[in-house]
């Protein structure tokens, strides 16, 4: 059987926490951060783990992770 190639760009986007689950990184927190509030930037820092209606379709694309 063939090997699967593990999307590059995803593989650089998500972690894989101890139980199982795909960690990400917010977005909106790269430029034009002055009409943001502090609050929503400092929220915007914290890793968020990933919906469960989009797990299915990340983890076929990262088959190793």
């Known amino acids: 059987m063939p090997k699967i190639k593990t999307s590059r ?3 650089k986007r998500f972690k894989v926490t101890g139980t199982g689950k795909l960690k990400r990184m917010k977005a909106y ?10 609050k ?16 299915k379709s990340m983890k076929k ?5």
């Open 9 to 11: 760009a995803a593989a």
């Open 29 to 38: 927190k790269s430029h034009i951060l002055t009409k943001k509030s502090q």
């Open 61 to 65: 694309i990262l088959p190793y992770l």
């Open 40 to 55: 929503r930037k400092r929220n915007l820092r914290k890793a968020a783990i990933t919906d469960a209606a989009n797990v």
